[in-house]
């Protein structure tokens, strides 16, 4: 009976370490020394980082092109695609009902589990604007941190539990209706 007990307990723990490991993102090769993602991009690249081939879809209404991944980890990386396949705004995003956590993102961040206090120590030097989120946003009364890096914005959206959900990396002020 005691070895059966034993035999369980080790399982469940094998279980418990499983279900809550945290992932890597896999980009490695698409940051610099200082963790910042390397813009522009290739599809072509991002997909060799990730191991996972890029769906490409063209929106009739606006005229763009897109790409996404989606990963064996459960993260999703977004873009919109210019002119040779060229990357120049990624988003990296995993969704809310996803309790996962995913390491190797650009700036050492960790989704879900990098939290808002954290972000603000971290990035207190690019003047970060901190707004909440609308209740018809992506993520229903999460908080936004919006800093400009370079020649880059930064958003980082959270949901209502003070986790970081997604991060993009764009040329422009996101659109503040989308989110």
């Not at 690019?126 to 400009?148: A, H």
């Amino acid at each position: 009976m005691k070895t059966k007990a034993f035999t369980l307990f080790i399982l469940f723990q094998f279980l418990l370490v499983t279900a809550f490991a945290q992932k890597n993102a896999g980009l490695d090769i698409l940051l610099d020394k200082n963790a910042e993602f390397i813009l522009p991009q290739t599809t072509d690249k991002i997909s060799a980082a990730l191991r996972t081939k890029a769906i490409i879809t063209d929106n009739e209404n606006d005229g763009e092109r897109y790409a996404e991944w989606i990963t064996s980890s459960g993260l999703g990386v977004y873009t919109n695609i210019g002119d040779k396949k060229t990357v120049n705004d990624i988003w990296f995003s995993i969704p809310d009902d996803k309790n996962i956590i995913i390491s190797g993102l650009p700036f050492n961040l960790v989704l879900n589990k990098t939290t808002i206090d954290e972000a603000m120590v971290k990035f207190k030097k690019y003047n970060v604007k901190k707004s909440k989120l609308s209740d018809g946003s992506f993520y229903s009364n999460g908080t936004k941190l919006l800093f400009k890096k370079g020649g880059h914005y930064i958003t980082l959206s959270y949901n209502d539990q003070n986790l970081l959900k997604s991060l993009s990396i764009m040329r422009f002020i996101p659109d503040p209706a989308a989110g």
